[in-house]
């Protein structure tokens, strides 16, 4: 068996979020088109008897009090449905802020899942582990998935999404933790359709002038629930050559759109704040 074996797991943005319904079991159904960026936490794992976990990085206290840790219960699902007995000695490289709306935990679980496949040389199917990913939460699947992507129904339906042109983006959360349940229950107002997408964008100006007419439906309500919120997509949109500013998720992670990673770097500068938290780069492509 291997060592030591690491696995990224990046921030995914919300580059629109349509709400389009609810199940009868509460579960509320969505259309949403996502990406991912360069930053992101990192995990690694080496074979030991037990199954443990140790955190670090700048936002690993933040889950100290969590008492069953999203990886965790990635990986004994996963150690369940492959027969596994045999444990991991787990290390999570914490940058992402917690309950960001950019998908850090589901990331997290997404990375241990593909992380113990390789150090349990598991050969579960692909469709197994989409359904331990669906059962870990409504955006694992797409963070297992790893790549841009349409993703509908409550998270497990996931497409091809149109073709991303070369695009620089900038990160803001204002330092606070938004519960994506409570966001959910203040919406208000109708349901909306599905967005009709090109194949793909030739460059960001005529991306950013489609995703402009669409929405994040959950904006409205994280912003009544913490004001904060729209200052910083106010304080974005400000920003020299941002084409487009937008909450990702549930919130209050925001992001704003530049021609290049060149150009969003630049804008950084306009945005450090005493407790938020900034990170400038691009966004992949694929």
Avoid at 66 to 84: C, I, S
Wanted: aromatic share 4%.
């Amino acid at each position: 068996m291997p060592d030591r074996l690491t696995e990224a797991a990046p921030a995914k943005v919300n580059l629109y979020l349509h709400v389009t319904g609810r199940r009868d079991d509460g579960y509320h159904l969505l259309d949403s088109l996502v990406a991912f960026t360069e930053i992101g936490d990192t995990l690694s794992a080496e074979p030991a008897n037990t199954l443990s976990l140790r955190m670090v990085g700048p936002f690993a206290a933040e889950l100290a009090a969590e008492a069953d840790n999203l990886v965790l219960r990635a990986a004994r699902a996963l150690a369940a449905e492959a027969g596994v007995s045999s444990g991991a000695h787990l290390v999570l490289e914490k940058h992402l802020p917690v309950a960001a709306g950019i998908g850090g935990g589901s990331a997290d679980a997404a990375a241990a899942l593909r992380l113990l496949c390789r150090l349990w040389r598991s050969s579960l199917q692909q469709a197994v582990l989409d359904r331990l990913a669906a059962g870990l939460g409504a955006d694992v699947p797409v963070c297992l998935a790893g790549r841009t992507v349409r993703m509908s129904g409550i998270g497990e339906r996931l497409e091809a999404a149109p073709a991303l042109p070369p695009c620089g983006i900038v990160l803001v959360n204002p330092g606070i933790a938004v519960a994506t349940a409570e966001v959910f229950r203040m919406r208000r107002g109708a349901w909306s359709q599905p967005a009709m997408l090109p194949s793909g964008w030739n460059d960001v100006a005529a991306m950013a002038g489609d995703l402009a007419r669409l929405r994040n439906d959950l904006e409205p309500a994280a912003i009544a629930l913490r004001p904060v919120i729209g200052c910083v997509l106010a304080e974005l949109a400000a920003t020299p050559g941002c084409k487009l500013a937008r909450m990702s998720g549930s919130g209050a992670t925001c992001f704003g759109l530049y021609a290049d990673a060149a150009s969003a770097r630049q804008a950084l500068g306009h945005l450090e704040r005493p407790g938020w938290w900034c990170w400038a780069g691009s966004l992949r492509c694929g």
